[in-house]
């Protein structure tokens, strides 16, 4: 099993950053990914961005580019989201997942590990 917990939500005015983290603990694989994802409300969740943990190899959304930077800290088994110039559009519960095999990294259903969210919300 994978236990992911996130952390660094909450309430910025637009324009403003956030940095995410989610930590990972319990069991790893090889040629795994991570990614985040975020559902705002009365949406269907949406990727954001993903990471790959071994070559590092970076996938975004279009939505996020040059705005989003996802990045990883392997001593840590820690992945992060730089968010930056946020909009309200933005405002979701975002959440890190991990891709067990690597690929189709913009695919909820590649995704077997869940953390349990945290909330961003951007004031107009």
């Known amino acids: 099993q994978v236990q992911l917990v996130e952390s660094g939500g909450g309430l910025v005015q637009t324009g403003g950053s956030l940095k995410l983290s989610c930590a990972a603990s319990g069991r790893t694989f090889s040629n795994y990914a991570m990614g985040w994802f975020r559902q705002a409300p009365g949406k269907e969740r949406e990727f954001v961005a993903a990471i790959a943990w071994g070559g590092g190899r970076t996938d975004y959304a279009d939505s996020v580019k040059g705005r989003f930077t996802i990045s990883r800290d392997k001593a840590k088994n820690t992945i992060y989201l730089q968010m930056s110039s946020l909009r309200p559009e933005d405002t979701a519960v975002y959440y890190c997942?991990?891709?067990?095999?690597?690929?189709?990294?913009?695919?909820?259903?590649?995704?077997?590990?869940w953390g349990q969210g945290t909330q961003v919300t951007i004031s107009s």
């Open positions: 997942a991990v891709n067990r095999r690597g690929v189709g990294v913009g695919v909820e259903s590649e995704y077997a590990y």
